[in-house]
């Protein structure tokens, strides 16, 4: 039931705000099926801790430790973002760059796109989160092009073929995946990729073909959380679209794309018996680290900055996962929650602060701090958060990332050290003016939205200093699930 | 010296179809042409799928053949047909490596594929398996035509060229995926389509034209 | 009885091939809605070139003289190693088909340089031409000649013909890419019309004229003979290749050969109409446009190849 209305919200919000999504109040309605969203995930998160996994629809679905806490949190940060989203497209209204008509594409898209991230995270079938993500990619193409400007056109142009390009090796490697299944769970071919049976015959599956399917689903769905060099669409798509979408995309999207990762690097390694898998995911995560970081300095408009501290902190995690352990999978997860919370905070900060100066470039950003108090501490605060200074969540995962990397894969340290190190410098150099300099911006005529982005770093904040202990047990039956060496 | 099964063969006469149609594909510099080799792509899909529906006896390879005359057959070949009229785009350009090397290129890649796809031939027991290399080469094929042209539209036949790659592929190698995962499949396409061509106008609208140079100039400054 | 059939070869060859390039002509003509020239207008023509005195350019070397003989007895040798009525050949067993492609390019090289000999502007432009164009198309007919090879395990021609005429009827992809190569390589061989057009002599496009300009009279004549024998050898060598049905064999002795020769004529005709039907529906291609023709067919060649090596088919 539960689970019924969590995937049904926000499709339903979809088909009415399609219909609705240009009159006045619509952008409360938005919130309104975001929030039923995120309660329905609040009920189904309490029903999962209480009684353990759940599989639904003929096996088609399921929650387990690893996927609810990820609906949560995406229902969470949905939710939130429409709050933001409320006053940022009134103002977007008001200086004329969205009509009603795109005003009601976004929003219907916006509940599609929450929709197609749910089921991507919460479905059983393997060739069902191929199509999911598909759609995800398919129902934001139009939102990065919702302005219509020709670097947002390219931005979408660039987001959909690279997507539809990479995705298509996912479904080659999802077909390749069947294949071996098939062999194996034989007569019962329609459940062959269904996960919970895949995962139960992995050490039986045939191990070359396995490992061309995970390169080719690594490729694939590698190019959606952005993992360098395959993640060229995602500073563009990041910057050119409005920015509660760069806030989801980069909160919510990249998350999902890294669950499909490690969910088909459970069953490659299950099946090679080889760190093959891991080493893969560790080199793309050092690269994207490394190379993000470096491309962090040469950055002057300020979502790209942050797109590509997303691209860096994917990089992390994918790492993270590409080592595996308890510890490393724990601090994963942890950094998957921290950064999604933070990104978006920042974001929405981003946002406002875009919004005063009429620009997204750095340099005609400044002074935040007289202007609006609450919008400039919001940005620092969320930038010292997402640079891991302590005591926030970041600092946390990092360091559990860095420790454990430091035992398991010392080479790997002193390359992360000097990536996180570059990036601290790049964006709190940029940041820091931004904020205390001498101000240049406008009154806006809409109140910000702050309550999602305080909101955000607080809960960081206490996951820094505190992590309650059902989410701590709840994070290690999940790092237990994932496995690894 | 001929021990295969009639209707084996005439499933190897269809691959090699497919095989050769990616060529011409990357060959042709007329949009409508591409548009019409697609159709014809999608044609020998269709009959490749119905040959096996009727060998293997199953029943969703019926749906699938279904799917795939609707959509593949009739639906997106009309589709592009009416934007090309609409949006009056006719000719690519000429394409960033010339033909010859194209098609020397695309040689290589299908000795590539063929190779990449020995493995997997070998441990599949379906009577196409043979196909499974040229299902690789036609979604190379597809891929390096993406990459070589600059139009818009044509870039937009490779993807969906690709796509039949990738169904030949799955089709071949295991008779098809399970149906829910085609239909979902099928959907992407007919959706991803049908984005495309709200993008195009919005292309159109900005940049008066459809050549892909235009959406260049988001690159890392200084 | 061997012998017979390759005098008769031979002979049916040398008699037959102008009379294919009348019917080709011909077809051509009721096609393009014009009045058709006789069947018999290339022997006529041949006939009148050899009564003619002979002219040849001051600074002609011996070469020049020497070019139309060993053209015309290169196209004749051809004749003979080709099964065109019987496999049971004498001559065939000096040279494969890979001998074959080497006799060709013989004559190939002999014409270029007797074009470039005289010195103008259009002979060695002609040759200049000629040259590329075989460039590109030999190693597309070797291609095709590997892949029939390939199926029959030999590169004797008359062993590939009987091989390939005793097996079921079956689909093959390869034989099929590789006969639409062949074809794209006759075209470009025999100056056909989406690369040369014969019947013109329009100097920026032309190539096999340009050649022939500075002959005359009989060296003309033979030339032109020539020309008509290697369309015939193509057509024959395309016959062995991929419609080798009902050509006499040991199995099928004299009578077999009273069968082959209608059956050849049945051919022939055929593909004259075919000839005539590609000529009329394709447009001249420019002339830097050809590489990219002769690229195609040596693709479809190796992709027949690699679907012969892939599939078994």
């Not at chain 1, 969203?37 to 088609?60: D, K, N, P, S, Y």
């Not at chain 1, 939205?449 to 047990?473: E, K, N, Q, R």
């Not at chain 3, 014969?198 to 005359?216: G, K, N, R, V």
């Not at chain 3, 009279?217 to 290697?230: F, G, Q, S």
């Amino acid at each position: 039931m539960e689970f019924l209305l969590l995937l049904g919200t926000p499709l339903v919000g979809a088909a009415a705000l399609a219909v609705w999504g240009a009159r006045p109040r619509a952008p409360e309605l938005n919130v309104v099926f975001s929030l039923a969203t995120f309660l329905a995930a609040c009920a189904l998160t309490v029903r999962v801790i209480g009684e353990g996994e759940l599989i639904v629809a003929r096996e088609q679905f399921f929650i387990d430790a690893f996927n609810v806490f990820l609906v949560a949190l995406t229902a969470f940060v949905g939710f939130t973002t429409s709050l933001f989203s409320r006053p940022y497209m009134r103002v977007e209204m008001e200086h004329g760059r969205v009509t009603p008509r795109r005003l009601r594409l976004y929003h219907s898209m916006y509940q599609l796109f929450m929709a197609t991230m749910l089921i991507a995270l919460t479905t059983n079938n393997l060739g069902l989160l191929w199509v999911a993500m598909e759609a995800a990619t398919l129902s934001t193409v139009l939102l990065v092009t919702l302005y219509r400007t020709p670097a947002s056109l390219e931005a979408g142009w660039k987001y959909f073929i690279l997507c539809g390009v990479g995705i298509a090796q996912a479904l080659f490697g999802t077909i390749l995946l069947y294949f071996a299944a098939e062999s194996v769970l034989g007569v019962e071919g329609v459940n062959a990729l269904l996960w919970t049976h895949l995962d139960s015959v992995k050490g039986d599956l045939e191990p070359t073909v396995l490992s061309l399917a995970f390169v080719f689903l690594l490729v694939g769905y590698g190019t959606k959380v952005g993992l360098a060099p395959l993640h060229n669409w995602l500073p563009d798509a990041h910057a050119e679209g409005p920015t509660p979408i760069s806030a989801v995309l980069s909160g919510l999207l990249l998350n999902v794309a890294v669950y499909a990762v490690v969910r088909c690097k459970v069953l490659a390694e299950g099946a090679l018996r080889s760190d093959l898998p891991s080493q893969m995911l560790m080199g793309f995560g050092l690269l994207s680290v490394m190379l993000a970081a470096l491309f962090l300095w040469r950055q002057r408009d300020i979502k790209r900055l942050f797109a590509y501290s997303s691209i860096e902190h994917m990089g992390i995690i994918t790492f993270a996962f590409g080592m595996g352990g308890p510890v490393a999978n724990f601090a994963a997860l942890l950094h998957m929650t921290v950064h999604s919370l933070t990104k978006s905070a920042i974001f929405f900060a981003v946002g406002h602060a875009a919004q005063k100066a009429g620009s997204q470039l750095m340099e005609n950003i400044r002074g935040l701090v007289t202007l609006s108090p609450t919008v400039g501490w919001g940005l620092m605060l969320g930038s010292i958060a997402i640079l891991g200074i302590p005591p926030f969540g970041v600092f946390a995962s990092e360091f559990l990332i860095l420790t454990t990397a430091m035992k398991e894969q010392p080479w790997a340290t002193p390359i992360l050290l000097f990536a996180l190190g570059i990036a601290f410098a790049a964006i709190f150099g940029r940041v820091q003016p931004m904020v205390f300099g001498e101000p240049t911006a406008k009154r806006l005529p809409h109140p910000p939205a702050l309550i999602p982005v305080f909101t955000h770093l607080a809960i960081v904040l206490v996951l820094g200093v505190f992590i309650p202990p059902y989410l701590a047990d709840w994070y290690r039956t999940a790092a237990q699930l994932i496995g690894g060496p | 010296m001929n021990p295969m099964p009639f209707d084996v063969q005439l499933l190897n006469a269809l691959s090699a179809l497919l095989l050769l149609l990616a060529f011409a594909m990357l060959s042709q510099r007329r949009i409508v042409t591409l548009v019409s080799l697609l159709a014809v792509q999608g044609v020998l899909l269709l009959a490749a799928t119905l040959l096996l529906a009727w060998r293997t006896g199953e029943t969703h390879l019926y749906f699938s053949a279904a799917l795939t005359l609707g959509l593949k057959v009739i639906f997106l070949p009309w589709v592009l047909y009416r934007l090309i009229r609409r949006l009056g785009v006719y000719w690519d350009s000429e394409p960033l490596i010339n033909i010859p090397g194209t098609m020397l290129i695309g040689l290589l890649i299908v000795v590539f594929a063929f190779g990449l796809a020995q493995p997997i031939s070998e441990l599949a027991s379906t009577a196409t398996r043979s196909a499974i290399g040229i299902a690789v080469a036609v979604i190379l094929l597809s891929f390096l035509m993406m990459i070589t042209r600059r139009k818009a539209m044509s870039q937009v036949v490779g993807f969906l060229s690709m796509e039949n790659g990738l169904f030949f592929g799955a089709m071949s190698a295991t008779y098809g995926m399970p149906m829910i995962v085609e239909l979902g499949v099928a959907l992407d396409v007919l959706v991803a389509m049908l984005v495309l061509g709200v993008f195009f106008f919005q292309i159109r609208e900005q940049f008066d034209s459809l050549d892909l140079h235009h959406l260049e100039s988001l690159k890392e400054k200084r | 009885m061997a012998w017979l059939t390759q005098i008769l070869e031979v002979l049916a060859a040398l008699v037959a091939a102008p009379l294919f390039l009348g019917w080709v002509n011909k077809c051509r003509a009721w096609l393009q809605n014009r009045s058709a020239p006789s069947l018999l207008q290339p022997y006529r023509g041949i006939r009148k070139l050899f009564f003619k005195d002979a002219v040849i350019a001051e600074n002609a070397s011996p070469l020049f003289r020497l070019a139309p003989y060993v053209v015309f007895g290169a196209m004749v040798l051809a004749a003979a190693i080709i099964p065109s009525m019987g496999t049971r050949l004498p001559f065939s067993s000096a040279a494969d088909a890979i001998a074959l492609v080497g006799l060709l390019a013989t004559a190939r090289v002999f014409q270029s340089l007797a074009a470039m000999d005289v010195g103008t502007a259009f002979g060695s432009l002609g040759a200049r031409r000629e040259m590329m164009i075989g460039f590109l198309a030999e190693p597309a007919l070797l291609m095709v000649i590997f892949v029939a090879s390939l199926i029959s395990a030999t590169t004797a021609l008359p062993v590939i013909s009987e091989r390939l005429a005793v097996q079921s009827v079956g689909l093959y992809p390869s034989l099929a890419f590789t006969a639409v190569a062949f074809t794209m390589v006759l075209l470009a061989e025999n100056a056909r019309i989406p690369v040369d057009n014969p019947a013109t002599h329009l100097e920026l496009t032309m190539i096999h004229e340009a050649m022939l300009l500075e002959y005359s009279a009989r060296h003309l004549a033979l030339m032109e003979w020539a020309a008509a024998l290697k369309l015939f050898n193509y057509a024959c060598i395309g016959f062995a290749l991929f419609v080798p049905w009902g050509v006499s064999t040991t199995a099928t002795g004299p009578a077999g050969l009273l069968f082959a020769i209608p059956l050849l004529a049945a051919k022939l005709a055929v593909a004259g109409v075919g000839l005539a039907l590609i000529e009329t529906l394709s447009a001249k291609l420019r002339v830097f446009r050809a590489p990219e023709f002769l690229a195609t067919a040596f693709l479809l060649a190796v992709l027949g190849l690699l679907v012969r090596l892939l599939l078994g088919s």
